[in-house]
């Protein structure tokens, strides 16, 4: 079935380093949602991609879709240990009202 | 309160039980979704429920799995015959109207240990 891929797995930067972690469909996705998963919490929606090409920002983070609407990105400048959790990026399942989501990547920042 | 809430936060039991796990939605959210979060992995889609639709069976791993809701208000989640691959956490989402463009609002899941 239809999947949405996410790379890294696991990044582990030190505070003040940047990070990034990719998502990617082999279908065209009309929309993308980003969550983060702290420790022993639940997923927190943080946003919302449409438009094909769009970047948005939110403090620190900064997200992006592809042209193609394909991939997508989320880029954290200077990390902090606040940071730490699991970013999962999910799109919709073709054919179905609901969304798949990544398997996430899981960012550690040592202080 | 104003989230998603899920009962019990734990629960243990043996092989071969019966476990029933109850997710609370936001007031005024037609949708909402059932997952299973395995240790370190991602979500996995079980089922959904939008308005009076039908709900979307797909993701339901076996017929050991069933859901129901109750008009948009209260779900149970039911596992028949648990087995020890069943252990995870389910989590219960609910969104303001149904669709792929609807932000989720999860509650803090359900830990369920099969021994």
């Known amino acids: 079935g239809q999947q949405v891929m996410q790379i890294p797995q696991y990044q582990h930067v030190q505070e003040g380093e940047d990070f990034t972690t990719y998502c990617n469909s082999s279908t065209t996705l009309s929309n993308i949602q980003w969550y983060k998963q702290r420790p022993g919490g639940h997923p927190v929606f943080l946003i919302q991609l449409v438009k094909s090409g769009e970047v948005k920002k939110q403090k620190r983070l900064t997200f992006q879709f592809g042209e193609a609407k394909k991939n997508s990105s989320l880029h954290i400048t200077a990390t902090q240990t606040t940071d730490v959790g699991t970013y999962f990026c999910a799109g919709p399942r073709s054919g179905y009202s609901t969304l798949t989501f990544g398997k996430g990547t899981m960012l550690l920042v040592s202080p | 309160g104003a989230g998603v809430s899920q009962s019990p936060s734990n629960k243990v039991t043996e092989k071969g039980k019966d476990v029933e796990l109850r997710c609370d939605p936001i007031?005024?959210?037609?949708?909402l979704y059932w997952y299973r979060q395995r240790l370190g992995q991602g979500l996995e889609f079980l089922i959904y429920f939008q308005g009076n639709s039908a709900p979307d069976k797909s993701g339901l791993p076996s017929d050991r799995f069933s859901a129901e809701r109750t008009g948009e208000s209260v779900s149970t989640l039911t596992i028949q015959r648990t087995q020890q691959e069943d252990s995870a956490v389910y989590l219960c989402?609910?969104?303001f109207g149904g669709g792929v463009n609807q932000p989720q609002h999860f509650g803090d899941g359900t830990r369920l240990s099969i021994l």
């Open positions: 989402a609910s969104s």
């Open positions: 007031s005024g959210h037609t949708a």
